[in-house]
């Protein structure tokens, strides 16, 4: 699939996720198979006001993630235009506006969901973005504000006139922020009403799960978010098929180069709780998870939390486990 100029290389690729979805985790999917990925919403406000870590941390990106899609989560075309022209400045490829995000927090300022509510200003909006933006403009939206406001179509038809080269779909209401099954018809009735790409995203689990979401809906690309986490190898169509040995080799491997990534590319103090977080999903699943994830959690330098990981690892390595127990005599 092709938005505007750029390629989409594959069917899946790694859903936007606020505090995962980092530069660090997003080389990961990438060398797993996903294809392009999308950064977390970035402020812009933060970046109108020059907060340093809005502009220089969130907003990060390496250069081996061309082309990449940064997201931009706002209200008004004040802090929206040149919120997209800085990020388009700084080299995005795509520039993706929020339209989804559910949190009270980010609604209650008119942010994330809450622009699918006043159709007609979020049309002045967007007509006030595509005019600066020259790269493709893509938005990710909800199926609405709640159960009586299904507006998705509604609001893709018009973002279509604008002039919005793609559009990702996870067909939620706000209100239902990540509870019950999302719908994947209502995805299906926007592919039907527009001609742009649509991405299909939501309780996607497994590269089979999307090729079912895209047979189901006619979607040309999914994005795969809660499912990735702690398991980037979901990009991988052969991961699956290997044996409990070489899925922990490949596992190893994948955890091997995603420390020194997040060691690299971030302060040691935000260092610390994302590679105590992603170790935690890491691990998630094994034998006495629990327990190993209170002692990671009480680390303070990265020595330590890779320490106690290692040993853990180790210790549910399936290798070591098979060999007969060594009885001293
Ligand atoms: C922790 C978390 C953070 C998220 N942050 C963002 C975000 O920054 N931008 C965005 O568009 N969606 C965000 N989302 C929504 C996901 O991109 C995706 O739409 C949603 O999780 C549904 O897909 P899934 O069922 O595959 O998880 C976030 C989701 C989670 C769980």
Not at 174 to 190: E, P
Not at 233 to 248: A, G, H, M, N, V
Request: hydrophobic share 40%; charged share 25%.
């Amino acid at each position: 699939m092709f938005i505007g100029n750029v390629e989409v290389k594959g069917l899946a690729r790694l859903a936007p996720m606020a505090g995962i979805s980092n530069a660090a985790y997003r080389i990961i999917a990438r060398e797993c198979g996903s294809a392009l990925t999308t950064s977390e919403e970035i402020d812009a406000t933060g970046l109108t006001r020059k907060n340093s870590k809005t502009r220089y941390d969130i907003a990060k990106y390496l250069p081996e993630e061309k082309p990449i899609a940064l997201q931009i989560l706002g209200s008004n075309a004040e802090t929206l235009v040149p919120g997209a022209q800085w990020l388009q400045d700084r080299g995005a490829d795509i520039i993706d506006l929020n339209m989804g995000c559910p949190v009270p927090k980010i609604t209650k300022t008119g942010r994330g969901s809450a622009m699918m509510r006043d159709v007609k200003k979020t049309s002045e909006i967007l007509k006030a973005m595509r005019k600066v933006i020259t790269v493709p403009f893509t938005i990710k939206i909800r199926s609405g504000w709640d159960q009586e406001h299904l507006n998705a179509v509604e609001v893709s038809k018009m973002a279509e006139d604008i002039g919005v080269d793609a559009i990702t779909v996870h067909p939620r209401t706000r209100a239902q922020r990540f509870t019950g099954l999302s719908t994947w018809d209502m995805i299906a009735q926007v592919v039907d009403a527009v001609s742009i790409p649509i991405t299909g995203n939501g309780d996607v689990k497994s590269m089979s799960d999307a090729r079912k979401m895209q047979m189901a809906t006619g979607c040309q690309s999914v994005m795969i978010g809660r499912a990735a986490i702690g398991k980037p190898w979901i990009f991988d169509e052969t991961f699956e098929d290997l044996s409990p040995e070489d899925k922990y080799d490949y596992q190893t491997r994948v955890i091997d180069r995603h420390m020194p990534l997040i060691m690299e590319h971030f302060p040691e103090k935000v260092g610390l709780i994302q590679m105590q977080r992603h170790l935690s999903w890491y691990a998630g699943g094994r034998d006495r998870v629990r327990s190993f994830r209170v002692e990671l959690f009480a680390t303070r330098t990265y020595d330590e939390a890779r320490s106690v990981f290692d040993r853990y690892w180790e210790s549910v390595n399936p290798a070591v486990s098979k060999q007969p127990h060594l009885v001293a005599v």
